[in-house]
C-alpha cells in the first residue's frame, strides 16, 4: 500500500502469533534440546512498568531469541519480586502503619496476609505492555519470589557459592530507614524521595587537651553527625576563643 500504518501492522501481527499460538509452538518444537538457562531479575509486582523495564526487558527478549535459533531449549517464565519494602511501603500507607510496634500489633501472620493481597495489584497492565511490544514471554507459567520453593532455592544456591569460598563480606554505605530499621536500594529510597529543608545546626566538641574548651562547628548537614570521627583544623586560619 502507498502508506502504511505500523502501529495496527503490529497489532496484527501480534494477533497472529495469538490466534496461531506462535510462542507456545516454539517451545514445543525445541522441548528435548539442550536447556539454555536464563537468569531474569523480575520486576516488583506492586508498581507499573516503565521506559527501564521496556529496554531491559527488549534486551532479555533478543538474548533468548536468539539462544533459541542458535538451537537451544529456552524457559522464558515472567517473575515477580514480591521481597523488600515496596509492598510493605503500600500497605504501611493503607493501615496508617508507623514503625514495627504497629506491625506487631496486628500481628506478623495478618500483615503478611495483607501484603500478599496486592502482590498482583497491576499484573494485567504488565502483560499487556510486555506483550504489545513484542517480547516473547509465559505469563501463564509465571514465578513469584514469595514462594517458599523459590526462596529455599535461592538459598541452597547461595550454600554452594558459599561451599566453594565465592562469598565475601564487604562494606558498602547504603540509604538507610530508621522507621523499618533497614538499609534500602536505591529504588526502595526513591520511592519516597522528598526534597525538605534541613536545620542547619552548630555544635560544641570538648577538646580533650584544653580545660573548658570547645570547638563550635557549624554543619548544613547535621545527618552525618553520628557517623562523625573528627573535628578539622587549618593549621594557618586565625580562630577566636
Not at 33 to 59: E, S, V
Not at 172 to 198: G, R
Not at 214 to 225: D, E, K, N, R, S
Request: a negative charge; hydrophobic letters at 35%; glycine letters at 6%.
Amino acid at each position: 500500500p502507498e502508506n502504511i500504518n505500523f502501529p495496527a501492522e503490529e497489532e496484527n501481527v501480534l494477533q497472529q502469533w495469538r490466534d496461531e499460538n506462535i510462542f507456545e509452538k516454539c517451545s514445543q518444537l525445541s522441548k528435548g534440546k539442550p536447556k539454555y538457562t536464563f537468569y531474569d531479575g523480575p520486576p516488583f509486582a506492586t508498581g507499573l512498568p516503565h521506559y527501564g523495564h521496556i529496554l531491559a526487558g527488549t534486551i532479555k527478549d533478543i538474548v533468548t531469541r536468539y539462544a533459541y535459533q542458535q538451537g537451544y531449549h529456552v524457559d522464558r517464565r515472567f517473575g515477580w519480586d514480591c521481597h523488600g519494602l515496596p509492598v510493605e511501603f503500600e500497605i504501611d500507607k493503607l493501615l496508617n502503619i508507623r514503625g514495627p510496634e504497629d506491625v506487631a500489633k496486628m500481628g506478623i501472620a495478618a500483615y503478611n496476609a495483607e501484603c500478599r493481597k496486592i502482590v498482583m495489584r497491576y499484573a494485567d497492565e504488565w502483560e499487556n505492555v510486555v506483550t504489545r511490544v513484542g517480547r516473547w514471554i509465559d505469563f501463564k507459567n509465571d514465578y513469584k519470589t514469595l514462594y517458599p520453593w523459590y526462596m529455599e532455592s535461592i538459598w541452597w544456591i547461595f550454600k554452594q557459592l558459599f561451599d566453594k569460598g565465592l562469598v565475601y563480606q564487604g562494606v558498602k554505605v547504603m540509604p538507610y530507614s530508621t522507621a523499618c530499621t533497614t538499609s534500602l536500594s536505591n529504588f526502595e529510597a526513591n520511592q519516597n524521595y522528598k526534597e525538605v529543608v534541613d536545620p542547619c545546626v552548630v555544635i560544641a566538641l570538648e577538646a580533650v587537651s584544653l580545660p573548658n574548651t570547645f570547638f563550635l562547628v557549624w554543619t548544613t548537614t547535621p545527618w552525618t553527625l553520628p557517623s562523625n570521627f573528627a573535628c578539622c583544623v587549618h593549621p594557618t586560619m586565625t580562630y577566636v576563643k
